[in-house]
């Protein structure tokens, strides 16, 4: 059974001296693993010891964060429906399943770019939700930002909350990082993708500004700095999985052993910076079943005929080809605004062709 997201995805909007099964999600940080036994708990309040899978430094902070461990929980949430919305007419849409240990299933198992992303998207969910859940007031140990003081400008003065991005970016990464302490390749590239997902942020932080003054004149602006939304984050973590940089893994001997690294596969291209996401093996081609890479296919997926990209029927069915099937939808029509102040539609039936891939 697919499904967008397991139950236990939804956050709890409860905390007293615990945190609910909503944070099970957090186990996957290593491997995105979360039990699907554990779908019918719900919002019942568990203890941070009572999570499975966490590491000794993920339970301290758990316990030491316990106030804001459900923002933790809602960017994981939405890291996998943004996920879900940059990959829906891909070959793999980034489905999650509710019958497996893992979110994703074993599609996450190899080092590819869909790796890279997944790891991105959710560092950067968890640091943007924890930011905002902070200047909202939601929590007593963070707040506003209040380092960006000093002469902003002429015309304008630091006002609002600006949101304090570095406490968001520190604890996704004191969370989600603690997993990745092994000398081992897939560590060190799930470090580094970790890190993009959160300086993307950075990156993309805005001052927002109200104006001040009689009749709606701006003589005065006060500005704070914001976060945009996380669409925006999304958009730009997918262009940087379209770019991604092929890495190769060297090992070193060190005083503690054998130390995995990776290197850029090709020296002709530009070495990739921190902003950049990295992988070292190869995607499946994700047309086919094979319960092996978790890949569930594309028969039956919804093709547009009418594109040339990835989302049309001749690329996202493989060459296989399509069905074509008419549909019936009942829709709002002739609408007509009547004073003061409603609007009045009639209901239309409208046959669409719906196109699926063989």
Not at 173 to 190: G, H, I, V
Not at 208 to 217: A, E, I, P
Not at 233 to 247: R, T
Not at 265 to 279: C, G, M, R, S
């Amino acid at each position: 059974m697919l499904i967008f997201c397991p139950h236990s995805c939804e956050p709890s909007t409860k905390v007293k001296a615990s945190v609910t099964a909503s944070l099970l999600p957090w186990v996957f940080f290593r491997s995105l693993a979360i039990g699907h036994q554990y779908s019918s708990l719900g919002t019942q309040p568990i203890l941070c010891g009572s999570i499975p899978g966490l590491v000794p430094k993920q339970l301290r902070f758990c316990r030491n964060y316990v106030e804001i461990m459900p923002s933790v929980a809602e960017g994981v949430k939405i890291g996998i429906q943004e996920c879900q919305h940059q990959f829906r007419g891909r070959r793999w849409n980034c489905t999650t399943v509710n019958d497996s240990l893992a979110i994703f299933g074993p599609v996450l198992d190899k080092a590819t770019r869909e790796s890279a992303f997944v790891h991105a998207i959710a560092s950067a969910g968890v640091a943007f939700a924890v930011t905002r859940s902070c200047a909202e007031g939601s929590a007593t140990i963070c707040g506003c930002d209040t380092r960006h003081k000093g002469s902003p400008g002429e015309g304008w003065k630091w006002g609002g909350c600006s949101e304090d991005v570095e406490f968001g970016s520190m604890v996704s990464r004191e969370f989600a990082d603690a997993r990745e302490n092994r000398p081992d390749a897939r560590s060190a590239m799930n470090r580094h993708n970790n890190e993009a997902g959160r300086t993307s942020i950075i990156e993309l932080m805005h001052l927002k500004c109200k104006c001040h003054g009689l009749s709606g004149s701006c003589e005065v602006k006060t500005c704070w700095w914001s976060q945009p939304d996380f669409r925006v984050i999304g958009d730009y973590l997918k262009d940087k999985y379209d770019s991604a940089s092929e890495m190769v893994v060297e090992k070193h001997r060190e005083s503690r052993g054998w130390v995995e690294t990776l290197r850029p596969k090709y020296n002709f291209f530009k070495a990739p910076t921190e902003k950049d996401l990295v992988y070292y093996e190869n995607s499946p081609n994700f047309c086919e079943p094979n319960p092996e890479t978790g890949s569930f296919g594309t028969r039956d997926r919804i093709c547009n005929v009418t594109s040339h990209g990835i989302d049309g029927c001749d690329l996202l069915c493989c060459g296989r080809g399509h069905n074509t099937r008419t549909e019936k939808r009942k829709e709002k029509c002739h609408c007509i605004f009547h004073w003061c102040c409603y609007v009045r539609c009639q209901e239309c039936i409208r046959v669409y062709d719906v196109h699926t891939c063989k």
